[in-house]
C-alpha cells in the first residue's frame, strides 16, 4: 500500500491566535510539508487545484515541480485536477512534462471541482459538469496513447493531425484516479478504463463510501479488467494526533468549531462518530483506518489531510512526524496480513512500463 498526504491548501485563520498566514507562507508551507512526508517515509504528496479564494494551489504542476527537484523517492500527485475547467490539451501536456522532470514520479486525480463560480471563469457551465468530464477525460486519454489526433467534440474546438509535447515519458502515460465525494457516474467512469477510483472519505458516513467503491468494484469487473477485489481504490482520512486522546481533542477542538467547512455545525465528538475524522491518539488512528478494510476490501492508497482549518505548519510537522514515526509503520505491517497475492499494488512508472513491455 502506499501512505501519504493530500492539502487542498486553504489560506484559514488559525482560530487560538487571529493569525492569517500570507499567501507566500502558505504556498511555502505546502513546500515544506511535501519535503517533510518524503523525510518521514511517506509515499505520496497530493495537492489540489482551486482557482478561488480561500486557496491558493492554482497551479499544481508548477508546485508538484518545484518538489520534484528537491525529492527522491516521493510520488508526486493531485488532489484534484479539474477535468472539467481545465483544457485537456493543456493537462496532456504538463503533466507529460513534470513526467519526465519527475523521472515519472507523477499521477493525478481527477475530479469536478466543487466551486459553481469556477465554471463561468473558464467559460463552462456547472450544469455540464458530469458531461465535461466524460469528455474531457476521453480526449486526454487519446493525446497520451495517440501520436496524432483528429477530434471534434461539444466542448471545445475541434483538433486535427494534432500532437501533445512532449510524449508521455517511455510512452507510459501517468496513472489516473477519478476522485469523488458523491457521483456514481465518477465511480463508472473510472471502472470503465480500469483506471483508479480515490473516494475522498471525509465528509461523509462509511455506508456511502462503501456503496461507491462497491459500484466502481462491480463496474470495473464489468469491463473485463480483472476481478472486482483486483480494482484500483484509493481513500481519503482526516487526523489530529497527541499522544494521547484528551490533548489531541483539546487542542483541535478550537480549529475544528471554527472550521470554513464543517465549523459551527455538528459537534466534534458527532463528527467524528459519523465520518472518519479521528482525533485522538496514534493506537486510535491506526484501529480506525485498519477497519476502512473492513467496508471497502483491500486498497492501495491511503492518503491523510494534516494541513488544514488554520492549523499552524509547526504543528502539521508535528503531525507529520507521529504519522511516519508511529502510525505508517504499523499500518503497512497490520494491512499486508491477510492481503490476497492476486490484489495488485498500487500502479507506479515503473510498474506500467513493465506491463507495456510485458503485453
Known amino acids: 500500500m502506499q501512505f501519504g498526504v493530500f492539502t487542498v491548501g486553504d489560506v484559514t485563520q488559525d482560530p487560538t491566535n487571529g493569525r492569517v498566514p500570507s499567501d507566500a507562507e502558505r504556498v511555502k508551507a505546502m513546500t515544506t510539508i511535501a519535503l517533510k512526508a518524503e523525510e518521514v517515509g511517506l509515499d505520496v504528496f497530493a495537492l489540489?487545484?482551486?482557482?478561488?479564494?480561500?486557496?491558493?494551489?492554482?497551479?499544481?504542476?508548477?508546485?508538484?515541480?518545484?518538489?520534484?527537484?528537491?525529492?527522491?523517492?516521493?510520488?508526486?500527485?493531485?488532489?484534484?485536477?479539474?477535468?472539467?475547467?481545465?483544457?485537456?490539451v493543456k493537462i496532456a501536456e504538463d503533466y507529460a512534462m513534470l513526467q519526465h522532470l519527475a523521472d515519472g514520479r507523477v499521477d493525478l486525480m481527477m475530479g469536478r471541482g466543487n466551486t459553481g463560480p469556477v465554471y463561468p471563469w473558464f467559460g463552462q457551465d456547472i450544469r455540464q459538469g458530469i458531461n465535461l468530464a466524460i469528455e474531457n477525460y476521453a480526449l486526454l486519454r487519446?493525446?497520451?496513447?495517440?501520436?496524432?489526433?483528429?477530434?471534434?467534440?461539444?466542448?471545445?474546438?475541434?483538433?486535427?493531425?494534432?500532437?501533445?509535447?512532449?510524449?508521455?515519458?517511455?510512452?507510459?502515460?501517468?496513472?489516473?484516479?477519478?476522485?469523488?465525494?458523491?457521483?456514481?457516474?465518477?465511480?463508472?467512469?473510472?471502472?470503465?478504463y480500469g483506471d483508479g477510483f480515490f473516494a475522498n472519505h471525509i465528509f461523509w458516513p462509511k455506508e456511502h463510501t462503501s456503496r461507491m467503491v462497491d459500484l466502481y468494484r462491480r463496474r470495473f469487473e464489468h469491463y473485463g479488467h480483472g476481478s472486482a477485489d483486483q480494482a484500483i481504490v484509493g481513500l481519503g482520512g482526516q487526523v489530529f494526533m497527541r499522544k494521547n486522546s484528551?490533548?489531541?481533542?483539546?487542542?483541535?477542538?478550537?480549529?475544528?468549531?471554527?472550521?470554513?467547512?464543517?465549523?459551527?455545525?455538528?459537534?466534534?465528538?458527532?463528527?467524528?462518530?459519523?465520518?472518519?475524522?479521528?482525533v485522538g491518539s496514534?493506537?486510535?488512528?491506526?484501529?480506525?483506518?485498519?477497519?476502512?478494510?473492513?467496508?471497502?476490501?483491500?486498497?492501495?492508497?491511503q492518503l491523510f489531510l494534516l494541513d488544514h482549518a488554520g492549523l499552524p505548519l509547526k504543528t502539521v510537522l508535528e503531525q507529520l512526524d507521529i504519522l511516519g514515526e508511529e502510525v505508517v509503520p504499523v499500518l503497512r505491517k497490520e494491512f499486508a496480513i491477510g492481503r490476497p497475492a492476486h490484489v495488485p499494488d498500487a500502479p507506479t512508472h515503473e510498474s506500467l512500463k513493465h506491463q507495456k513491455v510485458d503485453a
Open 246 to 278: 484528551q490533548d489531541a481533542k483539546r487542542e483541535f477542538r478550537p480549529y475544528f468549531d471554527n472550521a470554513p467547512v464543517y465549523g459551527h455545525g455538528p459537534s466534534m465528538e458527532d463528527f467524528t462518530a459519523q465520518t472518519p475524522l479521528t
Open 142 to 192: 487519446r493525446l497520451w496513447r495517440e501520436d496524432v489526433v483528429d477530434w471534434e467534440g461539444n466542448f471545445r474546438t475541434p483538433l486535427q493531425g494534432f500532437t501533445a509535447t512532449p510524449r508521455p515519458l517511455d510512452g507510459v502515460p501517468p496513472f489516473v484516479w477519478h476522485g469523488s465525494i458523491r457521483s456514481p457516474e465518477i465511480a463508472e467512469q473510472a471502472a470503465y
Open 48 to 88: 489540489g487545484e482551486h482557482h478561488n479564494p480561500p486557496f491558493v494551489p492554482s497551479s499544481p504542476t508548477t508546485m508538484l515541480g518545484w518538489i520534484a527537484a528537491r525529492t527522491d523517492r516521493l510520488l508526486l500527485s493531485t488532489a484534484t485536477t479539474l477535468i472539467t475547467t481545465n483544457d485537456p
Open 282 to 301: 496514534p493506537q486510535e488512528v491506526i484501529d480506525r483506518t485498519l477497519g476502512f478494510r473492513e467496508y471497502v476490501g483491500d486498497y492501495q492508497r
